[in-house]
């Protein structure tokens, strides 16, 4: 059961230098994935391309890897806690808490991307035979011997490699245990004992070598069969390691056999690592040896090879056999290869070797994913073998610093750089933020990573914190605004949502919250007068904003020119105008004095109008609203406000009752209010919500509203969150190019669902069947109750700061008593009940 040959090539480590037995010396790399998912197929040319300019500048026998392994649940909970001061916030702190048996539940897992590039060579390799022992070494040797000259070449080597690569994929220096973790990962590959994954900055910093176990591979299983089977009968290697319980791990090295004859159609048909993820209970790694030629190299190869098949065309001349067709085949191949070269000058050759790693706890689970993945690279048209009596070799190979094998070579295609660059191995579908609270679990990756949504700490890296939502009714939409809303509350900052809803759902969620202020236009506790809520250099101003749609007039009319002058600065002062109330007074005063303008009639009579019917604008005894409570929640149910449509006609706005006028003007001062409350350097986070979005987009002042928490909320810690049915026509302008985060639930309507992915960024001519995707197979609701089943709620589709597309699922509070106050909602009666929009 044991294996006499060296598997572990290290003699020495420094940092990211490893000097291995054989005297090579390689520099190994974190590479940052670049965002693929669901882009456009202009973005993932541009992915492709970073790829290209990578195969074209590595150097012989660089080692691409991509490891997946177990997120760490401390890591996990570690970003959600960044920047956030848990004892100031002891509601998320809770929450924190409660999301450690969630995330360890789901069990989520990750892939980290290596680049292990040679740098040069070493005399170290020169050391005893006894310590190049593996199953007798546990140490490497320290490098003392190398001197700081030497080192500083390698570094410079490796640098210069770096620069001609460039640095999309921003390559980071791993640290010294970085080659033990990898090396303890592959030995217990998709075993109980399998280290989770270093993910956390600085996880292994602290250490300054490498210590390496020692275990038995037993290729072929053999230790498991009475019958003693040969090595090639079984293509399994069995992995045991002496202190770890002797619990083993089956895996299994899988290898492309042949790739599609017609090529390989990007994008779409050429990642074929792509399809490694979400295989269960085994753990797949993958890598990739790489060597390339030059263009000049290549077409003198070209011309000698066709050289020979000419003679050997000119020796079969007479021959009547299939043998002269293929040989005819060749030479067109070859000349069509040849082509390909002279006509794309930065082109190289490249003859890459790739090993699929499968491992798992069991022999037959390990099978079963095996089998799996034969099946699905079928629909790819790439048939994949598992060598018997080659897995060893095979599985050496993703070891950094490995020798050659025979086997590398037996495996190995040969393609033109630009169709290697198709392959796309550095991509990710990972979506969300790099901290901040959990949201929800990312569903297109296949590895249920955590999604983080840091809201509060986006204006810190210099991005929009602002989002917005869109999807039908009973989709989550309202349910995703109050996780947010909660989130930033237990966080420390705090929110303004306008309540539309006629049973008072915002209300009876903040009821469950210690400090939250409910206000209600119809019957108001507090006052929104502008002159008084804001400062007397601005506040003029601010009301001009609300009173002149609201009178109907035109800031050029004679009427409007004459309340304009008297809500200018000097205007105020000389009338002494401190509230809405005297603005009227002062009206009707001038309004009867002789020889005053006629427009102050005119004011008099559209101002007489509204005097008696806005209380929460001209009721004198109000105190003005203060918007410090960490939750206000302001209800306009009894407003009527325009559809969106008589907001974006002419003529229909032209007609609006006062009715209809009065409530957008009312609407649009919450909104006013809550920008100069919250985009003020207070220290605090402030968030605006808003179900309805069209009020916020489709007039002047509210399109500002959004402009300004769009623009200007990174730099005060503000944002807005916006719901609506259909983006198409409620997020334009501010909303559509200004917020980054934008989050599409169920949308079963063909013309909405199309809206609904076009504004989220998708080009449903390159993928018409993401627009099923969304209709049908988003929280689909099943049976005879067209119910959505409990695990299947809350999928949706996300863009998050970085453009990144893809899908998810969002979770809810962790927190019992959180997730039931946002889970349900008050009935006309007043009782409580579940919300068809719930989500788990």
């Known amino acids: 059961m044991g294996f006499n040959r060296d598997l572990q090539p290290t003699a020495a480590i420094r940092g990211h230098l490893q ?9 190994t790399y974190f590479i940052n994935p670049l965002g693929y998912g669901l882009r456009k197929a202009g973005d993932k040319l541009d992915v492709k391309l970073a790829h290209h300019a990578l195969i074209n500048n590595l150097p012989n026998g660089s080692l691409l890897l991509g490891i997946q392994a177990r997120q760490n649940t401390i890591d996990v909970l570690s970003k959600m806690v960044e920047g956030v001061d848990l004892d100031r916030c002891e509601d998320y702190a809770d929450e924190v808490v409660a999301s450690f048996e969630r995330v360890r539940a789901i069990n989520p897992l990750t892939r980290i991307f290596l680049l292990s590039i040679p740098v040069g060579t070493s005399a170290v390799g020169g050391i005893s035979a006894l310590s190049r022992m593996w199953r007798g070494s546990t140490t490497t040797i320290d490098a003392t011997a190398v001197s700081r000259a030497d080192l500083d070449k390698y570094e410079e080597e490796a640098n210069e490699i770096l620069s001609r690569i460039g640095y999309d994929f921003d390559p980071t220096p791993v640290p010294a245990a970085m080659f033990q973790w990898l090396w303890d990962h592959y030995l217990a590959r998709g075993a109980v004992n399998d280290p989770v994954a270093p993910t956390q900055i600085g996880a292994l910093d602290d250490a300054t070598a490498a210590v390496f176990r020692s275990a038995a591979l037993d290729e072929g299983a053999r230790g498991d069969s009475n019958r003693r089977l040969r090595t090639s009968f079984v293509p399994v ?30 994008p779409g048909g050429s990642e074929f690592l792509a ?29 000698v090879n066709l ?3 000419g003679e050997q065309m000119d020796q079969r001349d007479q021959e009547v056999s299939f043998a002269q067709n293929t040989l005819m085949s060749k030479a067109q191949m070859l000349g069509e290869y040849n082509q390909h070269f002279e006509v794309n000058g930065g082109e190289s050759e490249v003859s890459f070797t790739t090993v699929i790693a499968v491992g798992g706890a069991t022999q037959d689970a390990t099978m079963d994913a095996v089998n799996t993945l034969r099946r699905r690279y079928k629909r790819f048209q790439v048939e994949v073998t598992a060598p018997v009596g080659a897995q060893v070799d095979l599985w050496s190979m993703l070891v950094p610093g490995s020798p050659p094998r025979r086997a590398f070579d037996d495996f190995a295609h040969i393609v033109p750089s630009d169709m290697w660059a198709g392959f796309v191995p550095f991509t990710t579908n990972q979506i969300g933020d790099d901290s901040g609270p959990v949201i929800g679990v990312n569903l297109l990756s296949g590895n249920f990573e955590p999604i983080h949504f840091g809201i509060m700490e986006a ?12 999807g039908e009714l009973g989709s989550g939409k309202s349910y995703f605004l109050k996780l947010i809303a909660v989130l930033v509350h237990d966080m420390g900052g705090q929110f303004l949502a306008i309540d539309r809803s006629q049973v008072g759902e915002w209300e009876h969620f903040a009821s469950t919250i210690d400090d939250a202020v409910i206000i209600d236009l119809a019957n108001p506790s507090v006052s929104l007068d502008p002159l008084r809520l804001f400062d007397p250099r601005v506040a003029g101003e601010r009301a001009l904003d609300s009173i002149l749609p609201l009178l109907d007039l035109s800031p050029t009319s004679g009427s409007g020119a004459a309340i304009s002058g008297l809500l200018s600065p000097k205007g105020m002062e000389q ?19 002789p020889g005053e303008l006629e427009e102050y009639a005119d004011l008099a ?21 203060s918007l410090d409570a960490a939750a206000t929640v302001v209800r306009s149910h009894k407003l009527a406000l325009p559809s969106a449509e008589e907001l974006t006609t002419p003529h229909l706005y032209n007609r609006l009752p006062l009715t209809k006028r009065l409530g957008t003007a009312l609407y649009e001062l919450v909104g006013v209010t809550a920008r100069e409350a919250f985009l003020s350097d207070n220290g605090r986070f402030g968030l605006l919500v808003g179900d309805e979005a069209h009020h916020f987009t489709q007039t002047q002042v509210g399109a500002s509203v959004t402009s300004d928490f769009s623009r200007d909320g990174r730099k005060h810690l503000a944002a807005i969150g916006l719901a609506s049915h259909d983006p198409a026509t409620d997020f334009q302008g501010a909303a559509h190019n ?13 013309t909405l669902a199309r809206n609904s992915l076009e504004w989220l960024g998708v080009d449903l001519e390159e993928a018409p069947f993401l627009l099923s995707i969304l209709r049908e197979e988003t929280s689909p609701p099943v049976g005879a109750g067209r119910q959505v089943p409990e695990e299947r709620r809350g999928e949706m589709f996300m863009r998050d700061a970085l453009n990144r597309i893809g899908r998810g699922k969002v979770l809810g509070p962790a927190r019992p008593d959180r997730g039931a106050a946002i889970n349900s909602t008050p009935s006309a009666g007043g009782h409580a009940e579940r919300e068809s929009e719930v989500l788990l």
């Open 307 to 309: 050289r020979r098949l």
């Open 738 to 750: 200004l917020i980054p985060n934008r989050f599409v639930f169920r949308q079963r309507d063909e």
């Open 19 to 27: 000097f291995t037995h054989s005297g090579l010396v390689t520099a």
């Open 275 to 303: 399809v490694l993820e979400g295989l269960g209970d085994v753990t797949v790694d993958w890598g990739m040896r790489v060597s390339s030629k030059p263009a000049e190299t290549v077409l003198k190869n070209n011309e």
């Open 575 to 593: 009338h002494r105008i401190r509230s809405l109330l005297d603005l009227y007074n002062v009206v009707c005063r001038l309004r009867d004095e």
């Open 237 to 266: 290697i069995k992995i045991v390691q002496p202190d770890s319980g002797y619990r083993p791990s089956y895996q299994a090295m899988l290898t492309p056999r042949s790739f599609p004859y017609g090529g390989m159609a990007f």
């Open 459 to 470: 204006a810190f890296h210099d991005l929009s914190a602002s989002f917005a939502v869109t």
């Open 605 to 625: 009579a559209r101002l007489g109008t509204v005097v008696e019917r806005v209380p929460v604008l001209f009721d004198p005894n109000l105190r003005p609203v």
